[in-house]
């Protein structure tokens, strides 16, 4: 087939939008903000499980921990991002990155610049997971649309802190759907009540809302299979249609709480 055969078998874009979507669409890196909880001992086993389950869908992952309690980042880390990932294997990256976020504050109070460097230092990362404070986060998605993972436990603190983490993201950077994973034993009978009422506070209070959460259990097998649930919630953050770097920020949509 001719390239002039092949680009007219292409069927044309419905508008300019989605002429720039399907552009953008082979290229496109998923950037998917989870949000630091201090009071959540199995942080950790959390994004094991995230990153699990993305590369169980064939995406290679680049982890950023800029969380409070990450390592600090290796000096070569501030002249070349690139430098300082680790190579955990083939289909996942790791990024210390301490403090990083600041570094790439602009006069305006946005670290914009800091997830630009990342896509620039880990072209071939499908999905970059970045954990970081929810204060850090809100600098760097001022003007970038995602849907933030929160994360909890099966302990009232825990929740405080997400919900908190959702209410300054929902007002300084007006994103209003969020997704939860609870760091709890499989048979807790407490965390379908758990979060309800975070999705209920953050309807009533904020004006958004959960879109899916899931399970994860610190003493389950971390070689099974991801959850269905997380499975789920995964395939929901790649689907989000995120318009490509640089065209206008589109409003909110308001999503319907998915049930598990």
Known sequence: MSMRDFYASVPAPLDQAHGLRRLFAASRQHVVPLAANPHVAFSGVVIDELTAA???????????????????????????????????????????????????????????????????????????????????????????????????????????????????????CSLMTFDLVLAAPGASRRVRAIASSLGSCADAFLGALLHDWAVVDPASDARSRPDGALERLVAAQLALDEVPPGTAFAAPVRAVCTPN
């Open 54 to 172: 993305f590369v169980a869908r064939g995406r290679r992952v680049l982890v950023v921990d800029a969380a409070d309690g990450a390592p600090a980042p290796r000096e070569i880390s501030l002249l070349d991002l690139g430098a300082g990932i680790e190579d955990l294997s083939p289909q996942i990256g790791y990024l210390a990155a301490r403090g990083l976020p600041l570094r790439h504050v602009d006069t305006r109070g946005s670290a914009a610049a800091f997830v630009d460097a990342l896509a620039q230092a880990a072209p071939k990362a499908d999905v970059v997971l970045l954990h970081a404070n929810a204060g850090d986060l809100a600098r760097m998605f001022m003007q970038r649309p995602a849907r933030p993972i929160l994360i909890g436990a099966d302990h009232p603190e825990s929740i405080k802190h997400a919900y908190a983490a959702c209410k300054l993201l929902a007002q300084r």
